[in-house]
Each structure stands twice: as C-alpha cells, then as structure tokens.
C-alpha cells in the first residue's frame, strides 16, 4: 500500500501542488460551510467567481510571465488605466466597442513595449514593469483625480446581464442563482489560455524558458520574440481585465486595483506555478485566486475577525505553497556539479527548516481557524431580531412614501424607518423610537432623486441572499407617482446593482440617527 | 587617436566613475529647478534652524535614504527585500503599542485620556521604546535571512511573504487601532530641528556605520564576492549564508530605524499606509546608484544620491505644482530614463554615435 502511494505520488509528482491547492479550497469551503448556515448558498459559492472575473483574467495572463521566470509588477497600474481611460473615453461619447478595442491595443503596445525592453535592453523584469506600473498609475490622475461613472447603456447591458444556472434558478421569473457575462468571460479566457499553454509551440517555449533559458536558446527556440510575446500576452489580459473591472463596478478611477500585482502574484504561488518559472499549471491559478475568495469569505462570515487576517493568512499560506513546492523540487536541483562541489542541498538541514517553517505556517492558520470557530459556537454574539417586512409593508399601506429596514450587522440592529409626505420621519429599533421632521420638499427631492437612479426601471433588482455574519440586509419600498417598488439586498456580496447604493445613502442623508 | 585619449584622460575617469551618473540624473533636475521653479534654491534661516525645498528634499528623503542603505547591502548579495515598507509599519506599531497602550481599551475614563495626550506621558521611555522596535525589525530582517540563505527560497518570494503579511501583523500588534503618539521626545526623531532636520543626523549615523562595517572591515569585501559568485565565494572561505544573514537582518535594521522616523513624522502608527510602495523607491533608488540588481560592487553614496533623485524628483514635481498621485508617472519616466543609461546595448550605441561623430 505504502509503496503504491509512493509510486503515484512519484509518477504524478508535478500535479501535486495542484492537487494541494485545490483540495485545501475545497477543505476550507467545506468547513466554512459547515459552521456557516449561509455558504451552503450555492448563490455563495458562485459569488466567488462573480466577484473575481478580473483576477482570474490578470493571473491567467501573470501566470505566462512567471513561468518564463519573470515577473510583470504593472498589472494594477494597466488595470486603472484602462479604467479611467475608458470611463473618460465614454464620457465624451465614444462607440463602447471602439473604446474596448482601444484598450486592449494600448495593453498589447504597453505590455510589448515592456517586453522589448526587458528582452532586448537587458532591463530587469522588475524595475521594467515597476517602471509601467509607476508611469501608467500616474498617468491615471492626468486624466481624471476623481472617479468617473459609467453610464453607458452597453455597459449596464453587460454588467446586468444573469445567466441563469439550471436546476438552481427559475428560468420563467428569472431569479434564482446565476453567474454574470463577466464570469463566462473569465472562463474563455482560462480555457484558450490552459489551450495556448500545453498544445501550441509557444506555451513548449515559454515552459522551456522558465526551465532553463540558455538550453531553450541553444534548442533553436525563439526565445526573445517568446519573452516579448509573453509580456505582450500580460499587457493584453491586464487591459482586459481593466475592462471587466469597469464594466463590474460601473466607473473608473486611478485608485482602483492598489496592490492588485501582489494579489495577482499571490494566486498565482497558490496556484503551484513556481516563482522560478518552469513549472505550474494555468488552471492551478484558478484555485489559488478561489483561496483568496474563501478566505475573504469565511472572515466576512465570521464576523467577528478582522480584515487584515486575511493578509496574514494569505502570507502564511504563501509560505506553506512554496514549502510545497521547492521541497517536491528538491531532487530536481540534485545536480552532479552541486554534488561535486560538496554544495549538495543539505536535505535534512533543509527538509527540517522547511518543516519548521510549515509548522509555524500552520499555527497561524490554525490560531486563525480557532478564532473563527470560538465565537459561533460561544453565542457571545447577539441573536438577529426578526425581519420586519409586513410591518414595512404596512407602514406603505399606512400613507407612508418610503420603507426602510436596515437588518443585521456586527450588533444586530433592526431599524425600520417610515418617510411620509408631510416631512415627518419616524423610526424604531423595536425598543426605541425616533421622530424627525423634515419639510416636504425635502421629501420630494429625495423621491425624485430615487426614481432618476432609476428605482422603477429594471436596472435595480432584488438580490436578496442569505446574510453573512456582519452584512446588513436591507429592505427598501418606495411609492412614487402611484408606482410602487420594493428591493430587498445585503452588502457584504458586492452583487447588488451599481446605483442601489446611492438609493440607500441618499435615504441615509435624511433619516435621523436613532438615540 | 593616442593623443585624444591622453587629452581626455581625466573626463573618461570623471564619467566611468560609479558616481558619475547619479550625480549627473540630480544636478539635471536641480538644473531643472533652477530654470523653472523660481526661489527653489532659497534657503531660510529662523530661530538658527535651516528651512527651504533643499532642505525639504534631504528631510523627507531621510526615510527612503535609510531603506536605500540597508537594501544596497541586500542587493549587492544578490538578492532583494521587497518586505521593507511592511516591516517599517511592524516596527511603528510596535513603538506605537510600547509608548501609548492605553487606547487599545474599549472605554477610557477623561482622567486616563487626559494623562495620555500629555507631550511628556509615555507608558515606556525612549531609550527602552528604540532599541526594541529596533530588535523586533531586525528579527524581521531575520526572518528574511533565514529564507533566503537557510531555506534557500528565491529572494523575491521569500521577502514577499512578510511582504503581505507583514501589514496584517502591523494591524494585528495594535489591533487595528491608529494609536496617536503624544510623546513630545519621540516626535523630535523626525520633526526635530538641530541647525538642520533631526533625520540628517540619523542618515548620517546610519551611514557612517555602515561605511566603516563594510569598507573598513572585510564585510563589504564579502558582501560583493557573495553577490558577484556565492559558490565561488564559499570555496574560498567565506561564510555565503552568514553573510547573506546578516545583510538581510541589517536591511530589517534599517526598515525598523526608517519606521521610527516615518511614525514620528506623522505622530500615529499608522499600519496601513506608513511605508505604502516605499520598498520600491528603496529598490530604485539603488538601482539608480548604479549597484547591479544582479549583485556585486555596490556603492552606498551613490544609492543615497539615488534615493535624493528620486526625492528631489517628487518635491519639484509639488513645487511645479503636479498633483501628488500624477507624480508616479514623472517619477517612473526619470527610472526609465536612467535605467536606460545604464543599458549596455544603450551605451554602445552612444558611444558608436560619438564614434562615428569623431570620425566624420
């Protein structure tokens, strides 16, 4: 038996980071899942994916210049860019496609122009692409030094647009769980790529570069145009995925994507792609950008911890992968000429340094995973009221024009607040109550500005989950002009339509604070 | 042809000099300045203290000429610490926490709140509060050491791990909090005037030391056969892990000193933002000093005169009046522009240019 596992272990060596990676995702959702009444949302599950189209699309294209042994630190500068470029581009009236084109051309010419530089100028991939990310994220607030919306009706078209999962929604009322456009387009782009990697000449070149790139070059291989094409290939999945990012959060802004090249570089070591380059799977890269949603996920659930473990667990999970990894290519490195010059890997020295370094990986995750259980099963954390929607119904019945319950959070509150014609505000919590009065004009400007956000058109939607541990769920109705709406949607999942939110900070303006 | 070089000797020895091009890259922006920013170059004197951009650029270029000195060792050996900007926050959260723990509690009675905005209150004194935030960045700088050398894991990625994480535990010592620092000593680190900036005299401290550790003892010596061939390196004796070690623990030493200014200067501990992307400018500014990203001969004025390029950059890109986010983009052209000197295949195609010239 011993000796069978040892034999597959051997034969399929190089899956194993793979194997690793995926399986931690799945153990890790798995016991959120088990703790967390809400993750077994399949609507969850797909949140992963929903909110991470653009991560996927850049590693995908990061995991190519890392596995010829480079680096590419320009990815959340090209994504601002294109961002910002596009939403003043649309701005001033251009065709969406056109602009779209013109993106994707300026990440190609930028990305060559990194490319050429690093290859034919013998300039480092580091300062090379710091340099890009520098002079393309400053470039940002030449255009704009504020957030520019996007409006565009095509935009909206492929922001909105559901695909339904069978078995899981309705198709005749169309609810239920779905993915976006986007999200599809992550996968297209995953596949031609997993296609380009292992099937075609240039993905043999690029995994022989990273493994040795003097042998590639004596091989016959064509290196330097490889490595341009490379950097080039990044260029064009950093602009596509700036693409799917103004299209996700409807606007663009140079602030967008701060530290994105960590993350980027981050999923792709947790997705088993050797730093060194050489090694790794593009489809690895997928699982390593689906921990770093598990792991915002079960710290958004839990409620309790804070945000920054997840910079602290991603670190140690880091370390964990490249323990992994440089201990399954320790023999690999066994060379004749370092044993020969007595420089031999000192395996125990090393196998036991790596252990410490996994052991002590492990208690930070695991001090992780005991603060995340102890407060769920110790009820220290307050009991949710119940959900008050038929009173708020009620209230509209009453006369009222809006009502608004916010549910839930770190504290449990539940306020429901009735907006009337005449001006007058009332609120409670259940225990207490609050009046205010505002002047009906107020009232009027408020309605209006809701129904130009476009309350009573399709573009806001219900998108109503099962809550996480310190979401708010939100309950709105609103009667204008003798239309009537109700929305109900929690914060946390990003999902809900762009300009919901401006729906609820303007209610938020007027209402008054409860006592 | 013989007599041509014998006349231009002394030039060729001016421009092949490792200080040659840094020099060059800061008199042509303060040439720049000094067409186009009128009263750059005035220097004000009140109360015996100096003020004015000049002194501006060397004040608040203290902290990146500290990173620059402790990553020049670190890059000179071959390799990078790209974790500097997070160990700088680790080490202000740490002097933060040892100064002014109080504000951790949830509820503080006026009487506590009171004593603690009091210039002079401090829960540890000054000389206990620096030298153990000092340890603790150095045992981060460790850390990196043992990775790299021991653990034998690439450079890059071994520092990007306290890279990432190194935020999260900043967070985690204050426990999220920005702890505010009222403690009138500790601000004098960076807001202090004695004739010129506080900072100054710690530059010059830092680098003193480290000049003679390196150049006065065969450290330096080693660091360079280290970066140029390790292996070659530990065939003729020399400790290459040690040596590497102790570049790396000296770079967290570094980061530690330049997070004590940078939380003094803005008087919080502030986890998220204090040495933000400053790993960068520490790493181009000794790339700008002309000190090979591959290892080897490094030089530390030249990675300190890199790092006022990059400073003198900034503030006469403010002083023209450039907003503060668009200065990036300036910023990464003057690195193009120099590392594209720095290019072999640039260079030669300049001096086959001159060559041409002279022939014609």
Redo the contacts between chains.
């Keep these: 038996m011993k000796h069978k596992i040892g034999a597959f272990v051997s034969t399929n060596r190089r899956f194993i980071p793979l194997f690793a990676t995926a399986l931690l995702f799945f153990i890790a959702y798995g016991v959120g899942a088990g703790f967390f009444q809400g993750m077994r949302d399949p609507q969850i599950f797909l949140n992963l994916f929903r909110t991470a189209p653009f991560l996927i699309i850049a590693a995908v294209g990061g995991t190519f210049v890392i596995l010829t042994g480079g680096?590419d630190l320009s990815v959340g500068g090209v994504i601002a860019l294109t961002t910002v470029a596009s939403a003043a581009l649309l701005r001033a009236g251009w065709d969406p496609w056109i602009v779209m084109l013109l993106m994707l051309t300026m990440g190609v010419a930028l990305g060559a122009t990194m490319g050429w530089?690093i290859t034919?100028?013998?300039?480092?991939p580091?300062?090379?692409t710091?340099?890009?990310?520098?002079?393309?994220?400053?470039?940002?607030?030449?255009i704009s030094?504020d957030s520019i919306s996007i409006d565009h009706p095509t935009y909206k078209l492929l922001s909105q647009t559901k695909i339904l999962i069978p078995g899981l929604s309705d198709p005749a009322t169309k609810e239920g769980d779905f993915i976006s456009l986007l999200v599809v387009l992550a996968f297209v782009v995953l596949a031609m790529a997993m296609y380009v990697a292992h099937y075609t000449p240039f993905g043999r070149a690029v995994y022989a570069i990273g493994g040795n790139e003097q042998s590639a070059r004596l091989m016959g291989l064509p290196v330097d145009r490889t490595k341009v094409l490379v950097y080039t290939l990044s260029g064009f999945c950093s602009a596509l995925a700036g693409i799917t990012l103004s299209i996700y959060v409807g606007s663009g802004h140079?602030?967008y994507a701060m530290g994105f090249e960590?993350t980027v570089?981050?999923a792709i070591?947790m997705g088993g792609t050797m730093?060194?380059g050489g090694a790794g799977y593009i489809f690895g890269t997928l699982f390593g950008v689906l921990i770093l949603g598990v792991t915002q996920t079960l710290i958004q659930f839990n409620g309790q911890l804070?945000s920054?473990?997840?910079?602290?667990v991603?670190?140690?999970l880091?370390?964990v992968f490249?323990g992994v990894q440089?201990f399954l290519a320790a023999p690999k490195s066994r060379r004749p000429s370092d044993q020969m010059?007595g420089?031999m890997?000192r395996r125990n020295?090393?196998s036991l340094?790596?252990g410490a370094?996994t052991v002590l990986a492990m208690i930070v995750l695991g001090a992780f995973l005991f603060r995340m259980i102890i407060p769920s099963t110790e009820s220290t954390a307050c009991t949710l009221k119940p959900f008050r929607q038929d009173q708020a119904a009620s209230l509209i019945q009453g006369g009222a024009v809006i009502a608004y319950e916010r549910h839930g959070g770190p504290a449990c509150i539940d306020e429901l607040y009735a907006i009337y014609p005449d001006g007058r505000i009332k609120g409670d919590d259940g225990d207490r109550t609050v009046e205010k009065q505002a002047t009906p004009a107020e009232v009027e400007t408020l309605l209006s500005g809701i129904q130009n956000l476009g309350w009573f058109t399709e573009d806001i939607y219900s998108t109503w989950h099962t809550p996480c541990g310190q979401c708010y769920t939100y309950y709105i109705s609103v009667s204008h002009d003798g239309q009537q709406k109700t929305v109900q949607a929690v914060d946390g999942g990003t999902d809900a339509p762009s300009d919901y939110w401006q729906v609820v900070s303007l209610i938020n303006g007027l209402i008054p604070r409860l006592p | 042809m013989k007599q041509e070089s014998k006349t231009s000797f002394s030039w060729r020895k001016v421009t092949e000099s490792r200080l040659f091009f840094p020099f060059s890259a800061l008199a042509l922006i303060l040439l720049f300045d000094l067409i186009f920013v009128p009263g750059f170059f005035n220097v004000q004197v009140r109360d015996g203290n100096l003020y004015g951009n000049l002194i501006d650029i060397l004040r608040s270029g203290s902290t990146v000429i500290l990173l620059a000195i402790g990553m020049t060792l670190v890059i000179a050996t071959g390799g990078?610490d790209l974790s500097v900007g997070a160990v700088m926050a680790i080490s202000a959260s740490v002097a933060a926490l040892m100064i002014n723990p109080y504000v951790l509690a949830t509820q503080l009675s006026p009487e506590t709140q009171r004593l603690i905005s009091d210039p002079n209150f401090t829960n540890q004194p000054l000389w206990v509060v620096v030298p153990v935030t000092l340890i603790v960045a150095s045992l981060c700088g460790l850390w990196n050491g043992?990775?790299v050398s021991?653990?034998?894991?690439?450079p890059?990625?071994?520092t990007?791990?306290?890279?990432?994480?190194?935020?999260?535990?900043a967070?985690?010592i204050t426990n999220?909090v920005r702890i505010q620092i009222f403690y009138e000593p500790y601000s004098f680190i960076a807001n202090g005037w004695v004739i010129v900036p506080f900072p100054l005299y710690i530059v010059a401290f830092m680098f003193t030391l480290t000049w003679l550790l390196t150049r006065r003892t065969a450290i330096g010596l080693f660091i360079e056969s280290v970066g140029v061939n390790a292996?070659s390196s530990?065939f003729s004796g020399i400790d290459e892990k040690r040596i590497k070690l102790l570049a790396y623990t000296f770079c967290g030493f570094c980061a530690g000193m330049a997070g004590l200014v940078a939380s003094s200067n803005i008087k919080t501990s502030d986890?998220n933002n204090i040495g933000l992307t400053l790993e960068?400018d520490a790493?181009?500014a000794v790339?700008i000093g002309g000190t090979l990203?591959a290892g080897g001969r490094f030089s530390l004025l030249a990675s300190i005169i890199g790092a006022l390029v990059m400073q003198a950059t900034t503030i006469s890109m403010y002083a023209i009046g450039v907003?503060a986010?668009?200065?990036?983009?300036?910023?990464?052209?003057v690195?193009?522009l120099v590392?594209?000197l720095y290019?072999?295949?640039?260079r030669n195609v300049l001096r086959r240019l001159t060559a041409q010239r002279k022939e014609a």
């Design positions: 680096i530089f034919y100028l013998k300039v480092q580091f300062i090379a710091l340099a890009a990310l520098w002079v393309t994220r400053g470039l940002c607030f030449f030094d140079g602030l960590l570089i981050a070591v730093l060194t804070s920054w473990w997840t910079n602290i991603v670190g140690a880091t370390l490249i440089s010059a420089l890997l020295r090393k340094l790596m370094g | 990078v043992i990775l021991y653990a034998r894991i690439q890059m990625v071994a990007l791990i306290l890279m990432i994480a190194g935020r999260g535990i967070q985690l999220g292996r530990f986890a960068l790493i181009l790339v990203m907003p986010n668009a200065v990036m983009a300036i910023k990464g052209l690195v193009i590392i594209l290019s072999e295949q640039v």
